[in-house]
């Protein structure tokens, strides 16, 4: 019945698409004026990228194109495909701060307005708290390590501290990778301990908590750009002062894109429908 429904019932072996769809796909009166483009893992962990229309919010006509790949020529060669009036009626496009999205944009839609998606940006300060993190727990494996060999040396059996809560360091360090991802007014009981004992034993991952939760509320609060670009440049001047390597990466990433960044803050656009 289904090899039935495939080969005639269907229209499958007809289709205009047929001899490419392995590698390309497009729908072209999909095309609306607010569009997002951004990479996906499909089959097998294979890399597609996918054009979408953000004002059918995922619903029947929400799909542009997919395309496998990545890379600018292969992309650009296929999207360019679309009629030149259909790609100039778009009016704005929203993307990550990967290169080859922001090229791919500006070769295809010159038309539109490049978005940086917020969720990328706050993104890149939550792993910055992260990689602190994961910097502190390697240190205390190293040092639980060594006292281990010590005890073992001395013929002792080692026996970790345990703080209040009943973690050891490295648990505590462990343990905490959720609640810095969370606002502190979502935190659990248990969470609320954790992270009075992390931030007390570890000053810093509390400064980089805190700068990474302030990025988050420029993005909720700010509703003009004047007033958001007021609020990063303050941003910037706390983790230059922080002097953690993290962030100052997470602010030279968004001092490159800051233009397509701003651009959010005039339709608060995000890149949800491609995610």
Not at 91 to 117: G, Y
Request: hydrophobic content about 40%; charged content about 30%.
């Amino acid at each position: 019945m289904e090899r039935q429904y495939r080969n005639h019932l269907s229209g499958y072996l007809h289709w205009d698409q047929l001899v490419h769809a392995e590698d390309w796909l497009l729908f072209e009166k999909n095309i609306g004026a607010y569009i997002c483009i951004d990479e996906v893992a499909l089959s097998r962990g294979e890399l597609y990228t996918v054009l979408t229309n953000k004002e059918a919010h995922g619903g029947k006509g929400s799909m542009i194109a997919i395309i496998k790949g990545t890379d600018v020529h292969t992309v650009t060669s296929v999207l360019l495909k679309l009629s030149r009036r259909r790609r100039y009626q778009v009016r704005e496009i929203t993307l990550d701060m990967a290169s080859n999205m922001e090229q791919i944009a500006r070769i295809c839609f010159p038309a539109a307005k490049r978005v940086t998606d917020r969720f990328h940006v706050q993104k890149l300060a939550y792993e910055a708290v992260q990689e602190m993190r994961v910097k502190a727990r390697w240190e205390a494996l190293d040092e639980e390590s060594t006292q281990i060999a010590y005890a073992k040396a001395c013929g002792k059996m080692y026996h970790a501290p345990v703080f209040a809560n009943g973690d050891t360091r490295k648990q505590l360090l462990a343990r905490s990778i959720y609640l810095l991802y969370k606002k502190e007014s979502l935190w659990t009981q248990s969470q609320r301990i954790r992270a009075e004992i992390l931030f007390k034993e570890y000053p810093d991952i509390k400064k980089g908590y805190y700068l990474s939760m302030r990025l988050g509320l420029i993005y909720h609060q700010c509703k003009f750009k004047d007033i958001a670009l007021t609020r990063l440049a303050r941003w910037y001047d706390e983790v230059d002062k922080s002097g953690f390597l993290t962030f100052g990466r997470v602010a030279r990433s968004i001092q490159t894109h800051y233009l397509d960044i701003i651009n959010f803050f005039e339709r608060r656009a995000t890149n949800a429908e491609a995610e």
